[in-house]
């Protein structure tokens, strides 16, 4: 089977919310979702890439945070807050998402200033026309100096695209070499509402406790993830020097 095929069956009412859970407090950078970036806060770049995806048919962020939501407001965009003992940003949207008509919802990473419109569009799609996916994610091809950095989250997949394991660790073993794809884990999420809502409501698995890897909790309790190929992922910001990375690439963009 096509490896960026799934389950076709009867599609659901409802369009695709892309929702961007935005936090304050950040161990390495603290307040990056506000840090400005060519002149605009960094949660303002997301928000308004977001906004060029005609898949989308809500942009929302989501925070605890009166700093958060008052700058959101301020450029013109839509807001709601969450409570603050949300462990996650998948519990800050589940929570939100109890109360949406949408058929699916994406998590944005509203640290990645430079995310491509056509990838989130792309996730969009096959959740509208492959229902039967419960969650869809991303990969592309890895390094093969990349297997050993625990920073750097490998996936293997089955022979129909769905995933078998994440790991922090060098997967799969390069025993025979090229014998299979080396491939990086790209953190966007597509969940289908209903599987959204059912994978919060599982307490925090063995597995996901041990890599520090919140989509083995999906894997443990027998949530299928299609994992769609792509080329490359957008630079997240996480320190200083990725703040003045990404801000030269804008400014090469703009």
């Known amino acids: 089977p096509d490896p960026d095929l799934g389950d076709r069956s009867a599609p659901l009412k409802g369009g695709v919310?892309?929702?961007?859970?935005?936090?304050?407090?950040?161990?390495?950078?603290?307040?990056?979702?506000?840090?400005?970036?060519?002149?605009?806060?960094?949660?303002?770049?997301?928000?308004?890439?977001c906004l060029r995806v005609p898949e989308l048919s809500r942009v929302v962020v989501?925070?605890?945070?009166?700093?958060?939501?008052?700058?959101?407001?301020?450029?013109?965009?839509?807001?709601?807050?969450?409570?603050?003992?949300?462990?996650?940003?998948?519990?800050?949207?589940?929570?939100?998402?109890?109360?949406?008509?949408?058929?699916?919802?994406?998590?944005?990473?509203?640290?990645?200033?430079?995310i491509d419109p056509a990838v989130v569009g792309r996730v969009a799609r096959h959740l509208?026309?492959?229902?039967?996916?419960?969650?869809?994610?991303?990969?592309?091809?890895?390094?093969?100096?990349?297997?050993?950095?625990?920073?750097?989250?490998?996936?293997v997949l089955d022979r129909t695209g769905r995933a078998l394991y994440f790991s922090r660790a060098g997967i799969p073993f390069p025993r025979s070499p090229g014998a299979a794809p080396l491939l990086r884990h790209v953190g966007l999420y597509g969940y289908q509402r209903h599987s959204l809502l059912r994978l919060a409501a599982f307490d925090p698995s063995p597995l996901e406790r041990s890599e520090s890897l919140e989509q083995l909790r999906?894997?443990?309790?027998?949530?299928?993830?299609?994992?769609?190929?792509?080329?490359?992922?957008?630079?997240?910001?996480?320190?200083?020097?990725?703040?003045?990375?990404?801000e030269e690439l804008l400014r090469q963009l703009e």
């Open 128 to 155: 509208l026309e492959f229902p039967g996916d419960e969650i869809v994610t991303l990969a592309s091809s890895a390094e093969p100096e990349e297997l050993g950095n625990p920073n750097v989250v490998k996936v």
């Open 17 to 49: 919310v892309g929702a961007i859970p935005a936090r304050y407090a950040s161990t390495r950078l603290p307040g990056k979702a506000l840090l400005e970036i060519a002149g605009r806060p960094m949660i303002q770049h997301v928000y308004e890439r």
């Open 62 to 114: 989501l925070t605890d945070d009166d700093r958060i939501e008052q700058a959101v407001r301020a450029f013109g965009g839509e807001c709601q807050r969450t409570p603050e003992d949300c462990a996650s940003g998948t519990d800050r949207i589940a929570w939100a998402a109890r109360d949406w008509t949408a058929q699916a919802v994406i998590n944005i990473q509203g640290d990645e200033p430079l």
């Open 218 to 246: 999906a894997l443990e309790n027998g949530m299928a993830l299609r994992v769609l190929l792509t080329e490359g992922s957008s630079p997240g910001v996480d320190t200083a020097e990725d703040l003045l990375r990404v």
